[in-house]
């Protein structure tokens, strides 16, 4: 487990108000509040009278958690909120990773302080009153139970040595896949599977199932063989016993790939995959294995028809030029979620994604200039820009936001400092029909659903470098 330090008030960026020392102080149950306090108003509604623009602004009270990406809370990190009409209130975090304060005027936008491994990390345009802010940063490797080897004989039927065995293992909180030739002859061939585990410790009493795949290099048949309830013991090796895979029956013919066969993109570079998920478990890091991929905007494949396998395809396409000029990267992927063997074709519609405004790629920027700006996704989507700092080495922030800049302006009211001259680069991810409260919901499925390969989702992303100037 990571350990978390939580001695003494962090300072923000540059200044932090003097009513931080009370809430580095507080202990125990009592979750740390902050009191406003004034900064300018980001935008001015001169027609409104003071009596009105009260009457119209929602208030709510928030109440949030300051974790990692493994669910480990941080204490002691400094998070700062600035409201719609400019209150600005800052709090640190308790030993649970605990924050609130009260009557915040939304939409409001908020940051966390950077940490020894993480940038500072800003949500802008928050609604939601219980924000769970998400901070992927560890204290040296993550710890994990010591992978298990699983050992299972093979007999494979005899389809000769164009033949392949896939063993997969599952668990609710592991994987391992492994896939070999078959060989020559009858006899019984010994394959071993590392079956890793996600996280830091396992379930209680997790038990791994085991399925064996044999086909052919065309396809054409399939044999299937499955071991259940195989004891979980990490650092160990345990011999399963010898299996015969039987016969199982296959699809026809299956279409998988780009809508269009991805003229759109024409001179991008495509990979189609297919993976089959054999878990049987609906969840957002089900196990899986490629089946078949190929270097291409679609392909066609017949599936084997095994009771409660599911099929998921993913369709990708890189930029021409990516990781040829410098830092530039451009790349779009979308996937299908888990579908029944028994639905198909399978298409997939890519769309290339936002286009940069400012900076342009290679251009300049300037620290008193208005901020950055992509064009916008034809459908409402979750933005997280992350900006780098190439010349000094490190992220400077991190934003995630449902518009499509990041004006500095805000930045500033946040207390983020201005950026040093020289070399960055601006790295813009896009998750459309992705909320920017769902990526601080604290229900993690909500919080992580971008990720969540077992339903429909795409991703876009663009990595430009560019030159701070003054």
Same mark, same amino acid.
């Given at each position: ?147 298990? !080897?699983?050992? @299972?004989?093979?007999? *494979?039927? #005899?389809? =000769? ?7 997969? $293992? &599952? /668990? ?78 296959? !699809?026809?013919? @299956?279409?998988?790939? *780009?809508? #269009?066969? =991805? ?7 495509? $990979? &189609? /995959? ?87 790629? #290679? ?11 992509? /064009? ?95």
């Amino acid at each position: 487990m990571r350990r978390l330090v939580a001695a003494g008030c962090q300072a923000l960026f540059v200044v932090l108000s003097v009513g931080l020392s009370a809430a580095c102080g507080s202990e125990g149950g009592q979750v740390p509040r902050a009191a406003p306090t004034e900064t300018p108003p980001r935008v001015a509604v001169p027609e409104e009278t003071p009596a009105e623009r009260e009457a119209v602004v929602e208030r709510v009270d928030v109440s949030g958690w300051v974790a990692t990406d493994l669910d480990e809370p941080i204490g002691g990190r400094t998070v700062r909120i600035v409201d719609a009409r400019g209150a600005r209130y800052d709090v640190v975090t308790d030993g649970r990773g605990r924050f609130a304060t009260g009557e915040v005027a939304v939409p409001y936008d908020l940051v966390v302080a950077p940490g020894a491994s993480s940038p500072a990390t800003v949500h802008l345009g928050l609604l939601r009153p219980d924000p769970y802010i998400e901070i992927f940063e560890r204290d040296g490797p993550t710890p994990s139970p010591a992978r298990q !080897t699983i050992r @299972v004989g093979v007999r *494979a039927p #005899g389809c =000769g040595a164009s033949c392949r065995v896939t063993v997969v $293992t &599952t /668990s609710p909180s592991g994987a391992g896949t492994t896939t070999v030739p078959c060989g020559k002859g009858d006899g019984v061939l010994v394959v071993d599977v590392a079956h890793g585990w996600r996280g830091l410790a396992l379930q209680p009493d997790e038990l791994i199932d085991v399925h064996v795949l044999v086909d052919d290099a065309s396809n054409a048949s399939f044999a299937y063989a499955r071991i259940d309830g195989v004891a979980s013991a990490p650092g160990d090796t345990l011999d399963v016993g010898v299996v015969a895979p039987e016969p199982v029956p296959a !699809t026809d013919a @299956v279409d998988i790939g *780009a809508k #269009g066969g =991805g003229e759109a993109l024409v001179d991008w570079s495509w $990979t &189609t /995959s297919v993976a089959l998920d054999v878990s049987g478990a609906r969840a957002s890091q089900a196990p899986g294995f490629v089946f078949a991929a190929a270097p291409a905007a679609s392909m066609t494949i017949r599936l084997p028809l095994i009771p409660r396998v599911e099929v998921r395809a993913t369709v990708s396409a890189r930029h021409p030029q990516s990781d040829a000029r410098g830092a530039f990267h451009r790349s779009t992927e979308v996937w299908s979620g888990a579908r029944p063997l028994s639905v198909h074709p399978i298409a997939l519609e890519l769309a290339a994604g936002p286009e940069m405004v400012r900076p342009e790629t #290679g251009g300049s920027f300037s620290q008193r200039g208005l901020g950055f700006e992509w /064009s916008a996704m034809d459908v409402g989507a979750l933005y997280t820009l992350t900006v780098v700092d190439t010349a000094r080495g490190g992220a400077r922030f991190r934003v995630l936001t449902a518009e499509h800049e990041v004006p500095l302006g805000r930045l500033a009211q946040l207390g983020l400092p201005k950026l040093d001259l020289g070399d960055h680069i601006a790295d813009l991810s896009a998750s459309p029909r992705v909320e920017v409260a769902d990526a601080a919901s604290p229900d993690p499925a909500v919080r992580r659903q971008r990720q969540d390969r077992t339903r429909p989702g795409v991703t876009t992303r663009l990595r430009i470098p560019f030159q701070v100037t003054r």
